[in-house]
């Protein structure tokens, strides 16, 4: 009895060893957070993008392409048929702030007149660039409170009752200020929230995501406090 307890024991702790040998030397890989939608192609995963389409009218003869975020723009010009171009995003290898991009590529005819144009959307996130932090205390939370541009990410099928809606919508209301309500482009993307240098100031800030026709709603509430140091004289 002993003899066979020693060996089951034994027979235990190789299993739990190789386990935890082979999960050590386990290569690391995506996940798709999204059940029902691939959002892999909306989100940036280095710092060099190559971007890629189709030369959409044959009486084209330039196009200008134009990225809008919410800290940074970039306008080039293309002359002659072109179907690519390598985007750097951010100049290191990781960025200092995540962004939403639009991109809009503009085609003109030899008259300067618009013949056409391609839209896309890209979002920046740390996350995808291997930046996940590690919230190791609940002080060091850096939720609620918000100090630069906010990325957010939206997603219908979190929730079984809103997993079929056909639209959403963020509405973000100040307290004791104004509120604005932003349709989202989709039911599953990330949305760009500029929040400095902008009219929204200093305060206290009701986030509620909503799909439309469908029962379910997540809130979250954030407080944006002037950046430097803070005198209060009583």
Not at 20 to 30: G, K, M, T, V, Y
Not at 176 to 196: C, E, P, Q, S
């Amino acid at each position: 009895m002993k003899t066979t307890r020693v060996t089951a024991i034994l027979t235990m702790a190789a299993v739990i060893m190789g386990a935890r040998s082979s999960f050590a030397l386990s290569d690391p890989i995506l996940v798709n957070t999204s059940p029902s939608q691939n959002r892999r192609w909306t989100a940036v995963f280095t710092n060099e993008v190559p971007l890629q389409w189709g030369w959409c009218c044959t009486n084209a003869t330039s196009a200008q392409l134009e990225i809008v975020g919410m800290n940074s723009t970039f306008t080039t010009n293309f002359t002659v048929v072109t179907s690519n171009y390598l985007w750097q995003a951010f100049s290191t290898s990781t960025p200092s702030n995540e962004d939403v991009y639009d991109l809009t590529l503009t085609f003109y005819n030899s008259g300067s007149a618009v013949v056409g144009a391609l839209t896309s959307r890209l979002a920046v996130v740390q996350g995808a660039l291997g930046q996940t932090g590690v919230i190791s205390t609940s002080e060091a939370t850096p939720w609620p409170k918000i100090n630069k541009n906010a990325v957010i990410s939206y997603e219908a099928g979190w929730k079984k009752t809103t997993a079929a809606a056909s639209e959403s919508q963020l509405v973000i209301a100040k307290e004791d200020g104004m509120t604005r309500t932003n349709a989202l482009v989709d039911t599953a993307g990330y949305f760009g929230w500029k929040i400095k240098r902008s009219d929204w100031g200093y305060g206290t800030f009701n986030l509620a995501l909503t799909f439309p026709g469908t029962e379910g709603e997540w809130n979250g509430t954030l407080v944006r406090t002037p950046e430097g140091m803070i005198i209060q004289v009583r």
